[in-house]
């Protein structure tokens, strides 16, 4: 979710309310950069330091997240858009052409600055821009001959919505009579599986490559992998290092995705679990409503009827009274006078029941409403 830009201001309240925050509410918390640092350098498994992404940690990763994936090999890169420029890049070069198939909504269309018509020439051919996932029918409905085909799972910009395991394997198997291979945008493919009932090799067995990310729900400092056959990934390996992705060192970002898959990845389910509840608690509550309902993911959006500045203003007061950090960035939803925010459930969410979640953002919009009350 992008909202409107943060006033210097609140954004000052809002850090320093975060660094006294003794309570969270959202994603794993937050910690001090001494004692992430301190927690990475106790992660650490391997003797040998990878130099340009090669040995050590690194090379430990790609053989983990290969063998998870059912991929036959994979590459650390620092960030999601230099992977997923690297793979569709790398398809459309086999291809002849540069028409690549993506959701209207998905992270290659409304965050990357138009880095893949501009930086590698391609053009985005949208299956749809409705709020769900892509369908058959909008495959059948792009004519020409296709590059690659995306599906971001889960479609964030839509609410974090999934297909179901059937829909998923159909539109599968459309992609590939067509001739053409699918890629997965799987930045938060992890917490997907619990909806889609399968395990990751089963849902990425569909696909002909995929991206992970390590930052997201599973915690780690930033980085991401693109997993696909071997021929493919040394393809990639070439784009990353025309993009400056190889770095000297990549120990951080490794060690980091191996700590959060040994210890996040088995709780996935309960993460989900608990946005369901907590989506479930919150949806009674008056002038609320969640999108999906229930969630597919550990993450939904929350619309509560009243101006999201107040419930900024509330947050932040909140936070600096009773060191509870709940729900701080809010943005305007497409019905005035309502607000828009994105929960995502984690190790701070798991740490309290739902009951007392449920009641302290009650209590957030009780105080929001006396604020848009209260004359200027």
Same mark, same amino acid.
């Given at each position: %979710?992008?909202?409107?830009?943060?006033?210097?201001?609140?954004?000052?309240?809002?850090?320093?309310? &975060?660094?006294?925050?003794?309570?969270?509410?959202?994603?794993?918390?937050?910690?001090?950069?001494?004692?992430?640092?301190?927690?990475?350098? @106790?992660?650490?498994?391997?003797?040998?330091?990878?130099?340009?992404?090669?040995?050590?940690?690194?090379?430990?990763?790609? &053989?983990?997240?290969?063998? *998870?994936?059912?991929?036959?090999?994979?590459?650390? %890169?620092? =960030?999601?858009? %230099?992977?997923?420029?690297?793979?569709?890049?790398?398809?459309?070069?086999?291809?002849?052409?540069?028409?690549?198939?993506?959701?209207?909504?998905?992270?290659?269309?409304?965050?990357?600055?138009?880095?893949?018509?501009?930086?590698?020439?391609?053009?985005?051919?949208?299956?749809? $821009?409705?709020?769900?996932?892509?369908?058959?029918?909008?495959?059948?409905?792009?004519?020409?001959? *296709?590059?690659?085909?995306?599906?971001?799972?889960?479609?964030?910009?839509? @609410?974090?919505?999934?297909?179901?395991?059937?829909?998923?394997?159909?539109?599968?198997?459309?992609?590939?009579?067509?001739?053409?291979?699918?890629? /997965?945008?799987?930045?938060?493919?992890?917490? =997907?599986?619990?909806? *889609?009932?399968?395990?990751?090799?089963?849902?990425?067995?569909?696909?002909?490559?995929?991206?992970?990310?390590?930052?997201?729900? *599973?915690?780690?400092?930033?980085?991401?992998?693109?997993?696909?056959?071997?021929? /493919?990934?040394?393809?990639?390996?070439?784009?990353?290092?025309?993009?400056?992705?190889?770095?000297?060192?990549?120990?951080?970002?490794?060690?980091?995705? &191996?700590?959060?898959?040994?210890?996040?990845?088995?709780?996935?389910? =309960?993460?989900?679990?608990?946005?369901?509840?907590?989506?479930?608690?919150?949806?009674?509550?008056?002038?609320?409503?969640?999108?999906?309902?229930?969630?597919?993911?550990?993450?939904?959006?929350?619309?509560?009827?009243?101006?999201?500045?107040?419930?900024?203003?509330?947050?932040?007061?909140?936070?600096?009274?009773?060191?509870?950090? /709940?729900?701080?960035?809010?943005?305007? !939803?497409?019905?005035?006078?309502?607000?828009?925010?994105?929960?995502?459930?984690?190790?701070?969410?798991?740490?309290?029941?739902?009951?007392?979640?449920?009641?302290?953002?009650?209590?957030?919009?009780?105080?929001?409403?006396?604020? $848009? !009350?209260?004359?200027?």
């Amino acid at each position: %979710m992008t909202g409107p830009p943060v006033p210097d201001e609140v954004a000052a309240r809002r850090a320093a309310a &975060r660094r006294g925050a003794t309570r969270f509410l959202l994603g794993h918390g937050d910690t001090t950069p001494s004692a992430w640092l301190a927690e990475l350098a @106790g992660a650490t498994t391997e003797e040998d330091l990878d130099r340009y992404g090669d040995g050590g940690e690194v090379t430990a990763l790609e &053989r983990e997240v290969a063998e *998870l994936l059912g991929k036959d090999a994979a590459v650390l %890169m620092p =960030s999601g858009i %230099m992977a997923q420029q690297a793979a569709l890049r790398s398809w459309a070069d086999r291809a002849g052409t540069g028409a690549v198939a993506v959701h209207g909504l998905s992270h290659l269309v409304l965050h990357e600055l138009d880095a893949l018509p501009e930086l590698h020439g391609l053009r985005l051919q949208q299956l749809t $821009a409705e709020p769900r996932q892509p369908t058959v029918a909008d495959l059948e409905a792009l004519a020409g001959p *296709l590059a690659a085909v995306t599906i971001e799972l889960p479609l964030r910009d839509a @609410g974090y919505l999934l297909p179901s395991w059937d829909e998923l394997v159909a539109f599968s198997a459309a992609v590939h009579d067509r001739g053409v291979p699918l890629h /997965l945008d799987g930045a938060r493919l992890w917490e =997907s599986t619990d909806h *889609l009932g399968h395990s990751l090799a089963e849902i990425c067995a569909l696909a002909d490559s995929v991206y992970v990310s390590f930052y997201k729900g *599973l915690g780690g400092m930033a980085g991401a992998v693109l997993a696909g056959p071997a021929d /493919l990934v040394a393809e990639a390996r070439r784009w990353q290092r025309r993009h400056g992705g190889n770095l000297f060192v990549l120990l951080p970002y490794a060690v980091g995705a &191996r700590d959060g898959l040994r210890r996040r990845l088995p709780l996935m389910p =309960s993460y989900a679990a608990r946005a369901r509840e907590l989506a479930a608690g919150l949806a009674r509550l008056d002038g609320v409503r969640v999108l999906p309902e229930p969630p597919h993911t550990n993450a939904f959006r929350l619309f509560v009827d009243v101006p999201h500045e107040s419930l900024v203003e509330a947050g932040l007061r909140i936070a600096e009274e009773q060191s509870v950090a /709940l729900v701080l960035g809010w943005g305007a !939803a497409d019905v005035p006078g309502w607000a828009l925010t994105e929960i995502t459930a984690g190790d701070a969410t798991l740490a309290w029941s739902v009951e007392e979640q449920v009641a302290a953002v009650e209590a957030q919009i009780a105080l929001a409403r006396e604020l $848009a !009350a209260a004359p200027d």
